[in-house]
């Protein structure tokens, strides 16, 4: 699980280079995950998700991957940019008829000229 | 389509004044969930609502608390306000019952308390 206080992890990689930023999430019972970006100033934005059936999804230059084994979620971004620079969250939905989003502490990405 | 829009979006309270916020839904959204953002840290859960009613809240006091209104609209009242409650406060909405959807994020109130 999540730890409350601590400052977010930080990520940097140089760009043109491929990102992979990763999630542990608690409850084996979450169906459903997805991932925000935040840039300074701004609310998160959606990039991605993926059901709890799927192992896989791509978008345009992003790709999730799901183990439930381990109940480990990583994104991969595809040749950096710089404005892939912000903070990257990852959310699981409860499942079981619950609702509502919990958030991953999240990873400050860094991209190096 | 107007997405979610959060007022104002900076307030600055004395240490034990009221904050009040406020978050209109995107049009057909009738869940909201409010979220605390203190400065480098991740994002907190306060508060969901959905059709009026609070659903959940989390590990906060209650001094901060919050009402839904027939339109959606939601507000989060921060009371006896701490230099701790200092934070970007994000409110995120989404429709009711369809869970595997993403929420939508509004741009925050900056909550400066001095």
């Known amino acids: 699980g999540e730890s409350v206080g601590l400052h977010l992890p930080t990520l940097s990689v140089q760009e043109g280079d491929n990102s992979i930023i990763n999630c542990a999430y608690s409850?084996?019972?979450?169906?459903?995950f997805i991932w925000y970006k935040q840039e300074s100033g701004k609310g998160p934005q959606f990039i991605i998700d993926?059901?709890?059936?799927?192992d896989k999804r791509q978008g345009q230059r992003v790709t999730v991957l799901l183990n439930k084994t381990v109940k480990h979620l990583s994104l991969q971004i595809a040749a950096t940019q710089p404005g892939d620079s912000a903070v990257y969250f990852c959310?699981?939905?409860?499942?079981?008829?619950?609702?509502?989003?919990?958030f991953g502490k999240g990873t400050h990405l860094i991209i190096q000229p | 389509e107007a997405g979610v829009t959060q007022s104002p979006t900076h307030l600055i309270k004395t240490r034990g004044q009221q904050a009040t916020l406020r978050c209109s839904p995107i049009?057909?959204?009738?869940?909201v969930y409010w979220y605390q953002q203190a400065l480098g840290l991740g994002l907190q859960f306060l508060l969901w609502?959905?059709?009026?009613?609070e659903r959940n809240r989390g590990n906060f006091p209650p001094r901060f608390s919050g009402r839904q209104f027939p339109n959606y609209s939601s507000e989060l009242n921060v009371n006896a306000l701490e230099l701790e409650d200092s934070a970007l406060y994000l409110c995120?909405?989404?429709?009711w019952g369809d869970g595997n959807t993403e929420a939508f994020f509004g741009q925050g109130t900056r909550l400066t308390v001095v």
């Open positions: 995120a909405t989404r429709r």
């Open positions: 409850n084996s019972a979450s169906d459903y």
């Open positions: 993926i059901r709890s059936n799927m």
């Open positions: 959310a699981e939905r409860p499942g079981g008829g619950a609702d509502g989003l919990t």
């Open positions: 049009s057909g959204h009738t869940s």
């Open positions: 609502y959905d059709e009026g009613e």
